[in-house]
């Protein structure tokens, strides 16, 4: 990589992507910090010579905001996970798979930080879209149930977290059988909160 930065200059994609090989390496490695300093690097870099509205450019940010996710940094990946969703709605739309895949992302670090009403209302948004731009048997849109669900639960919403769970886990059933590990782990959080859901009555 340090030859390839003398020939091609930092600012080069060949460069840009030799480095995105080795954070990569160093992401599954573990080596968050090391993969940071790269990460970063490249942001700017493609900033700088891209624009912020570059795809690339958004990626370098969705990249770097995984980083600080893996090391519990949730107020930066917060930071740079909006800034990339906005930026996909306003360029690519807000239907666009792109865009929901980063509303998906910032209701997570919403969801790991206990801010369930923000979550919920990115979820909502991702579950009804993809409902209507894939139909509601496509596995996206069944992520989205399952992970909407789950926000209900945490939330002690269990009538509405287990009428959700049962639709996810009838709907996996149906379309991927009922020995797949998707369908028996909706199964199994059905049947647990199901109970839960009756103790709390009492």
């Avoid at 020995?179 to 839960?196: G, V």
Wanted: charged share 35%; aromatic share 8%; with cysteine.
């Amino acid at each position: 990589m340090k030859v390839r930065k003398k020939i091609l200059d930092e600012a080069h994609e060949e460069t840009l992507s030799s480095m995105n090989m080795i954070d990569l390496a160093y992401s599954l490695g573990g080596r968050w910090r090391e993969a940071e300093k790269l990460q970063l690097q490249v942001m700017k870099t493609r900033t700088r010579v891209l624009g912020k509205e570059h795809s690339d450019t958004l990626v370098s940010m969705s990249n770097l905001a995984s980083t600080y996710w893996e090391q519990g940094r949730w107020k930066e990946a917060e930071e740079l996970q909006v800034q990339v969703m906005e930026t996909e709605k306003r360029v690519l739309g807000k239907e666009h798979s792109d865009t929901l895949i980063s509303m998906n992302n910032l209701a997570l670090t919403y969801w790991k930080q206990g801010r369930w009403k923000k979550a919920e209302e990115l979820e909502m948004q991702v579950m009804e879209t993809r409902t209507r731009m894939q139909d509601k048997e496509h596995s996206d849109t069944l992520a989205s149930i399952f992970n909407l669900a789950f926000t209900f639960k945490y939330q002690s919403r269990y009538e509405e977290a287990v009428s959700l769970i049962e639709t996810c886990f009838e709907l996996r059933k149906r379309i991927l059988g009922p020995e797949h590990p998707d369908t028996k782990l909706s199964l199994r959080a059905f049947q647990e909160w199901k109970k839960e859901a009756e103790e709390h009555k009492q």
